[in-house]
C-alpha cells in the first residue's frame, strides 16, 4: 500500500486536449498501491490495468480525483494504465 514513485511510472502515449486518454506503463505494482496521474489530468473519469507480469486485467475501482488504487491481483508486477478523463 505504497504511493508509486517517479521512477516507477512512464508516460507512453497521451491524447487530447479537452478530454484526455492516456497509457501509463508502471513498474512493481502490488494490490492497493496508489498513483497520483495529477500531471495529466484534473479528473479521471475511468481507469483499468492489465498486468504484464501476472494476470490480471481489471477495472480501477477506486478513483479520488486524480488518485487511482491498483485493484487486487497484481504483486510486485509489471502493469500497463489505460486511462481517460478531462486533461490537465
Avoid at 71 to 83: E, F, K, R, T
Wanted: hydrophobic share 45%; glycine share 12%.
Amino acid at each position: 500500500m505504497a504511493l508509486l514513485t517517479t521512477d516507477q511510472v512512464t508516460l507512453v502515449t497521451q491524447d487530447g486536449r479537452c478530454a484526455t486518454s492516456c497509457l501509463i506503463a508502471l513498474k512493481g505494482v502490488n494490490a492497493g498501491d496508489t498513483l497520483d496521474v495529477g500531471n495529466w489530468f484534473k479528473v479521471v473519469k475511468r481507469a483499468g490495468i492489465v498486468s504484464d507480469t501476472g494476470t490480471t486485467i481489471a477495472a480501477i475501482s477506486t478513483i479520488t480525483g486524480t488518485i487511482l488504487t491498483v485493484p487486487a491481483g497484481p504483486s510486485n508486477d509489471g502493469v500497463w494504465l489505460l486511462a481517460v478523463g478531462v486533461a490537465s
